[in-house]
């Protein structure tokens, strides 16, 4: 009986965490609008849009500073952001999503640190959260070692691009990578923000490629949209 308790509690856990909350329709943001400023707003990169399998990937520059590139049709509160992503193999290179924005200094991400994926020595600085402008990567890992970042099981190839899944139930954050069924990383939002945007998102120096991103938010939650689609 206690073992059959101890599942019960296990599976209760994975529902109130995982993705098995009820979602709204999925939108799919055209992403070949970035670069013509159309229902996005981008900060500190330039832009480049190409197609690959009939799909658009959009392509940061690299240069000093973070960049991010925000969806300005939908507040987001709960739910669940997909998308696919690349860095580069040696550093910089910190790609990730941003969600919760209120504008470019003011944010919530998730990023990856590629070069860091097969590293013995590194690999539990391969994923990591910050709530910009207080909660940085530094002061995260000074204040709380290892609690706001972590090692992803398995490893990727850095060379290649991540299926990343984001599942947000405020305050929680549940990051899955390349369909693993538990999360690389949970942790609790670090601010009490209702909503927000969100964007792709680069760090100091990076460049970076994003595609396919989806947006599917918890149905429970009325979420203002205009022409995403």
């Known amino acids: 009986m206690r073992n059959k308790h101890r599942n019960l509690v296990a599976l209760t856990i994975t529902l109130l965490t995982g993705t098995c ?23 500190n990169r330039e832009i480049v849009i190409t197609q690959e399998n009939d799909r658009a990937q959009v ?8 960049g991010v590139a925000w969806l ?8 669940i952001i997909e998308c696919e992503i690349k860095g580069q193999p040696q550093p910089p290179s910190y790609v990730g999503i941003a969600f919760d924005l209120v504008d470019p200094n003011t944010y919530d991400a998730v ?3 590629a070069f860091n ?6 690999k539990t600085h391969s994923v990591q959260y910050i709530s910009h402008p207080e ?11 290892e609690k706001y970042e972590s090692a992803i099981d398995p490893a ?52 970076g ?21």
Not at 22 to 38: R, V
Not at 72 to 79: A, M, R, S, V
Not at 135 to 145: F, G, I, Q, V, Y
Request: hydrophobic share 35%.
């Open 156 to 207: 990727p190839a850095p060379e290649d691009f991540l299926h990343v899944k984001l599942v947000i139930e405020k305050p929680k954050v549940s990051v899955y990578v390349n369909q693993s069924e538990q999360p690389c990383l949970v942790v609790d939002q670090l601010h009490h923000r209702k909503a927000g945007k969100v964007g792709l998102w680069v760090g100091n120096e990076s460049s």
């Open 209 to 229: 490629v994003f595609t396919h991103l989806k947006i599917i938010p918890k149905q429970a939650d009325k979420i203002q949209t205009s022409s995403a689609n």
């Open 72 to 79: 300005e049709t939908i507040d987001f509160i709960n739910g």
């Open 117 to 122: 994926f097969r590293n013995p020595e590194r």
């Open 111 to 113: 990023y990856f640190r």
């Open 135 to 145: 909660h940085t990567w530094w002061k995260l890992r000074e204040d709380s070692p």
């Open 21 to 43: 909350f009820a979602t709204a329709p999925t939108f799919t943001p055209d992403l070949t609008k970035i670069s013509s400023g159309e229902e996005w707003t981008v900060s």
């Open 59 to 66: 392509q940061f520059n690299g240069m000093p500073g973070d």
